[in-house]
Structures are given as structure tokens and as C-alpha cells.
């Protein structure tokens, strides 16, 4: 059975896996993790990130223009494609394509790299996804629960408000019911047909009673979508007593239910769920998302790097929406592959990460490494990630996020906050400070004196001066506690370019790790390609 066929379990006709299929190289699991892999070139010689550290997670700090993705970013790439490495890479800006095209080019990696794009999908070529029925219909004890699914868009969905209100109040109880009407809806659709897709979920939706006249009307002739779709998940679980309380349930919230819930509020609910599917139904994203499906995320443990060519300055929202879709897809695949069989290590790149961040990317990586996944996310600052997750009330989840990416390399930053956090991570010692001081003193008097005899007449005068001058000098040593590397020295880095030949300056951080120079922190120059 080929892979999509594995994928998407048994009765399924059997698909061949992507163009350039190769099977998983046999390796031992602790050669891999051990393997030096990204050489970095430090004041007191060759340094390296093996595949362990990069596993432990990847977090790349600079400014616009600081030279991340060019410097540290691209030595990275071109370690992972080179290693022969499969994953996942997010696009959020125009220029990654060329980029990634270019890396493949330089590693031989060109028939490995797949983009899954819009520009073949509205004429029905190229690859697509349909990341419902791949969930609904995929093997394992957690394909076709419905749960799985609604988390899925509400990651998504919280990718897409974050840096608007949060769910709190009034907010959190439109997201619990729009997450109701998603799962009553996925589960009656699922257990109708057997798969489930958008259009089905919609229609379901579009054509449900809203009024008891309607649900009269319904049982009286029982022709709707609705019925038909509790008709005929009846006939397929007639004998399975957990899969008929299912159907119970539904038909409580669909005719039940529902119908009930006053128009206005019924009417937010909706557009909670349709302002984030709605472009979904439009080319050309139907077309890569909620038709068939001839790709799937473990096509990374082939060595496959599929490329979701969705950057956010042409496709907006809905192409953060689908990313985050298909990242948590993937994030989920590689958890659950079984390293016996498929024991390479995966990569996930994210440039502009914070656009794809969400609060179920700490509980990846805090078991990313025990499933070889290579997390790498490029970002500028912490104000960013901070404004990704929701603002103030985000701190906590960035900070969760940074403390589970255990290799962090710092280029030329503006931002203070992030300057400040970098040194603080470094850490502070007691370094002996010294003063000197010195000076001169000086002063001059200049006096006169006279007497006069009353009966003689006669008498006398004097004068007399006279200049000092003096120097002084004093020195003392006073131990103090200061930072090992001072916020301001990040603003001060290179940024590569004709003007700094090309070299681009950073300092990387390593959990647990002193380097040869003997500190836990490493200067580092990355010369730009």
C-alpha cells in the first residue's frame, strides 16, 4: 500500500509517494543526535550545533536587515538539506521561495523540495491537502475524533486574533460555541459519509432547523440534509452502541438545540466560525485545502521539504490561517511516528515566526527532541512574539515558548527589551572594576608690612610672596556585579553587507553548554553567501 493509502487508511486506492521517493535511511539514534551538524566560527576556534541541540529547539534574534536569515539562518538551512533532512517550511514573505530554491540548488537538494502552492491548484494540478478528512480518516487511536478537529481550528483561529481581543468575557463564550457548533457538525458529517470536508460542514450549517416549525417540518418529511446525514449514520453504526449515543447527541443539538438559540446570538456564533473558513469555499484555496488530497505532512520522513508557498503578503490571513493549519498537522504526524521505523530526524522552519505561534507550540517542543524535530524560528524581537500572543498578556506564553528553545543566537537588535533579555540570559558575575583619579593643587600669597616711628619719623616696609604648587594621584579596585555581555553591545553587531565584507556578527547561547572560550556564551561570525 503506497503512503497516502497508509495515510488515509485501507479502501482507500493506493497513491505513489511524491516524485524522487526515497525510504527512511536506517541509522542509530544516538549517532544521529550526537552528529555534528552547523559549524560555528568562534574567536577561539570551530565550534558546532549538533542535531541534539538543534532538536532542543532554535530561536534566531536580529533586526530588520541584522542579518539572521542571511547569517545564521542560511548556515542552518544549508546544514539541514545538506544532512539529507526532510520538514516543513512556513513562508510569511515573498522572497523565501527564491531562497529556499537556491539553498535546495546549493545541496542538491532540488528534487526534495515541493511547494505547495496556489499558482498549479486553481487549474487542478499541483498538491493538495484536505487537512479535514486527512484527520478524520488517518490511522492511529486519535484519527476520526472529532476533539482533534476543533482543536485544530481553534489554533488556527487563535493564530489569526491574537494580536486582536483575547478570548475573555464575551469573547471566550463566542469561541465555546463556536466550537459546539463545530463539533456537532463535524461528527454528524463524519458519521454520514465517511469523510468529512468543508462544503458538507457548511451546507449542514446553511440548511439545519432554526425554528421548531422547522424541525416540525422536518420530521413530518424528513428530506433535508440534516436528516439525511442522521439516516444514514444510523444504517452504518446500527451495531455499534457508542457511535448510536453519538448520533443521540447530534440530533439533541441539531434539533434540539439549535434551533433554539435566539437568532441574534445564533448569528455571532456563525460568524465566528465563517470569518475564518469563509475563504475556504473561494479558488484557490478550496482547491489546496477542501478537495482530495495527494500529500500529506509525513512526507517529511522521506526526506521531503514541502514548502507552503502561502507568504502572508499576498494570501493575508487566510494564508497565516492555513499554515498554522498545516503546522499543527505536522507538529502531530512527526509526535507520532514510530522512530523504529522512521528514525530521521524532521525539521520545522519558521522566518517571522510569531505569525505562526500558538499556545500548543510549548507542549511540542518540550518533547521534540525524544522525536527528533528540529524546530528553527527566526524572529526580531521579543515585542513581536509578545504582540503574537496576545500582547501583555502574552508574556507568559513567550517566555514558555523561548525557555523550551534551547539554542538561541542574538544578532544586531535595536529592541531594549530583548537586548536586556539576551544579557540576562547570559547572566551576570562579579568582575573587578578600577578607578583612578589624580589632580593638582596649587596657591600663591603675597603680603606687605610697614612700620613708623611716632617721635623719630623714621620707620620701615617690607614685602614678601611666595607659590606652592602639589599633585595628588590615587587608584582602587571595588568588585562589582555586571553583566558578562552589556545589552547595548547586541546593538552593536554586524550586519553583513559589502560594507562589513560580508560578515555578520551574533552571539549563540546554548542551554547547559560552556564553549571553548570558556563561557556559556559564544561570539560567532556567519559570512553571507
Not at 528534487?111 to 487537512?131: C, M, T, V, Y
Request: contains cysteine.
Amino acid at each position: 500500500m503506497g503512503l497516502l493509502g497508509r495515510l488515509l487508511g485501507a479502501g482507500r486506492s493506493s497513491a505513489p509517494p511524491a516524485p524522487g521517493h526515497r525510504e527512511p535511511v536506517e541509522l542509530d539514534g544516538p549517532a544521529i543526535l550526537g552528529t555534528a551538524l552547523v559549524p560555528l566560527n568562534g574567536a577561539a576556534g570551530l565550534e558546532y550545533l549538533t542535531v541534539s541541540d538543534l532538536c532542543t529547539g532554535c530561536a534566531v534574534f536580529g533586526a530588520t536587515g541584522s542579518g539572521k536569515t542571511s547569517g545564521s539562518g542560511q548556515q542552518i538551512a544549508l546544514a539541514l538539506l545538506a544532512a539529507g533532512f526532510g520538514g516543513l517550511v512556513l513562508s510569511a514573505k515573498t522572497e523565501e521561495r527564491a531562497l529556499w530554491e537556491r539553498l535546495a540548488r546549493m545541496t542538491g537538494r532540488t528534487d526534495d523540495l515541493l511547494f505547495f502552492s496556489p499558482s498549479e491548484a486553481a487549474s487542478g494540478g499541483g498538491w493538495r491537502f484536505n487537512f479535514l478528512d486527512y484527520e478524520w480518516r488517518r490511522p492511529g487511536a486519535g484519527g476520526g475524533r472529532v476533539e482533534n478537529i476543533v482543536r485544530l481550528f481553534t489554533l488556527g483561529m487563535e493564530t489569526m486574533g491574537a494580536g486582536e481581543q483575547k478570548a475573555s468575557g464575551n469573547n471566550a463564550y463566542w469561541q465555546r460555541a463556536m466550537q459546539e457548533l463545530l463539533r456537532n457538525a463535524v461528527a454528524l458529517v463524519g458519521m454520514g459519509t465517511g469523510h468529512v470536508s468543508l462544503a458538507d460542514i457548511n451546507r449542514l450549517i446553511a440548511t439545519a432547523p432554526r425554528s421548531q416549525a422547522q424541525v416540525d417540518a422536518e420530521v413530518a418529511n424528513p428530506t433535508g440534509f440534516c436528516f439525511e446525514l442522521l439516516s444514514e449514520a444510523r444504517k452504518r453504526y446500527a451495531s455499534d452502541p457508542a457511535k448510536l449515543a453519538d448520533c443521540k447527541k447530534v440530533t439533541e443539538y441539531w434539533f434540539g438545540q439549535w434551533p433554539h438559540i435566539p437568532p441574534e446570538t445564533r448569528g455571532n456564533i456563525l460568524s465566528t466560525f465563517t470569518s475564518a473558513t469563509d475563504a475556504f469555499g473561494f479558488s484557490p484555496f478550496r482547491e489546496l485545502f477542501c478537495t482530495s488530497t495527494n500529500i500529506a505532512p509525513e512526507v517529511a520522513e522521506y526526506g521531503k521539504i514541502l514548502f507552503l508557498d502561502l507568504n502572508l503578503k499576498e494570501h493575508g490571513k487566510t494564508g497565516q490561517f492555513a499554515q498554522v493549519l498545516f503546522k499543527t498537522c505536522f507538529q502531530n504526524a512527526m509526535e507520532r511516528r514510530d522512530l523504529g521505523k522512521s528514525p530521521m530526524p524532521v525539521f520545522l522552519w519558521g522566518d517571522e515566526a510569531p505569525y505562526f505561534l500558538n499556545s500548543e507550540d510549548e507542549s511540542v517542543l518540550r518533547t521534540a527532541r525524544s522525536k527528533r524535530l528540529i524546530t528553527v524560528f527566526l524572529m526580531q524581537n521579543l515585542t513581536t512574539l509578545f504582540e503574537a500572543l496576545g500582547g501583555h498578556s502574552g508574556r507568559d506564553k513567550a517566555f514558555s515558548i523561548l525557555a523550551n528553545l534551547g539554542t538561541k543566537v542574538f544578532h544586531a537588535n535595536t529592541c531594549t527589551e530583548s537586548n536586556k533579555f539576551a544579557a540576562e540570559l547570559i547572566g551576570q558575575s562579579v568582575h573587578m572594576m578600577a578607578s583612578f583619579s589624580n589632580g593638582t593643587s596649587g596657591g600663591e600669597n603675597w603680603g606687605s608690612s610697614s612700620s613708623r616711628d611716632v617721635q623719630t619719623g623714621g620707620g620701615s616696609v617690607g614685602h614678601n610672596s611666595g607659590t606652592s604648587t602639589g599633585w595628588n594621584e590615587s587608584k582602587s579596585a571595588a568588585e562589582q556585579v555586571q553583566f558578562d555581555v552589556q545589552p547595548k553591545e547586541f546593538s552593536l553587531l554586524r550586519t553583513g553587507g559589502p560594507e562589513n565584507g560580508l560578515c555578520v556578527d551574533a552571539i549563540v547561547t546554548r542551554t547547559g553548554h560552556i564553549w571553548n572560550n570558556g563561557r556559556n556564551y559564544l561570539p560567532v561570525t556567519f559570512r553571507q553567501h
